[in-house]
């Protein structure tokens, strides 16, 4: 009989981790290698402490879009383009969180408006994109 081995890493503390500063750095660090769940793990104590705090909602939004937790997404990005309504990588997330959930026609002027700030090439594509699939072209 072959038994299943699953390694597991240990539980990783980080020294500060409910100052915003390193909780912010940490967290970034995680989502760029894909590590959502733990990300949260760090940014929620950190924004217990500050829940205003601008950056720290980005990551957490960042980390609900990249577990295809949507609604939670959008709520956070939904605040975070209300609070400062010219923040392109909050509009572009915003944009893609609903194209994610198939509402094109609100997804689009969100994905404009980025696109047209930042000249991104991406941004415009996501535009064609989300036209072509919205039936607009």
Same mark, same amino acid.
């Given at each position: 009989?072959?038994? @299943?081995?699953?390694?597991? $890493?240990?539980? *990783? #503390?980080?020294?500060?981790? &409910?100052? &915003?500063?390193? $909780? ?6 995680? /989502? !760029?290698?894909?590590?959502? +769940? ?13 829940? %205003?705090?601008?950056? /720290?909602? &980005?990551?957490?939004?960042? @980390?609900?879009? #990249?577990? #295809? ?7 956070? /990005?939904? @605040? ?5 309504? +010219?923040? *392109?990588? &909050? %509009?572009?997330?915003?944009? %893609?969180?609903?194209? %994610?959930?198939?509402?094109? +026609? +609100?997804?689009?002027? =969100? ?6 700030? !930042?000249?991104?090439?991406? =941004?415009?594509?996501?535009? /064609?994109? #989300? ?7």
């Amino acid at each position: 009989m072959e038994e @299943s081995l699953e390694l597991q $890493a240990p539980a *990783i #503390v980080f020294p500060g981790q &409910t100052d &915003t500063t390193s $909780a912010y750095r940490v967290a970034f660090d995680l /989502l !760029s290698r894909r590590a959502p +769940d733990e990300a949260l793990t760090v940014l929620e104590p950190a924004l217990a402490e500050d829940p %205003r705090n601008t950056g /720290l909602r &980005t990551l957490r939004a960042w @980390s609900y879009f #990249v577990k #295809v937790q949507l609604g939670p997404a959008e709520k956070e /990005l939904r @605040s975070l383009v209300e609070e400062t309504p +010219d923040g *392109i990588w &909050t %509009r572009y997330a915003l944009g %893609r969180t609903l194209e %994610r959930q198939s509402r094109y +026609d +609100d997804a689009l002027p =969100h994905l404009r408006l980025a696109a047209a700030m !930042s000249g991104d090439p991406e =941004h415009e594509l996501a535009v /064609l994109r #989300v036209e072509r699939l919205a039936g607009k072209l």
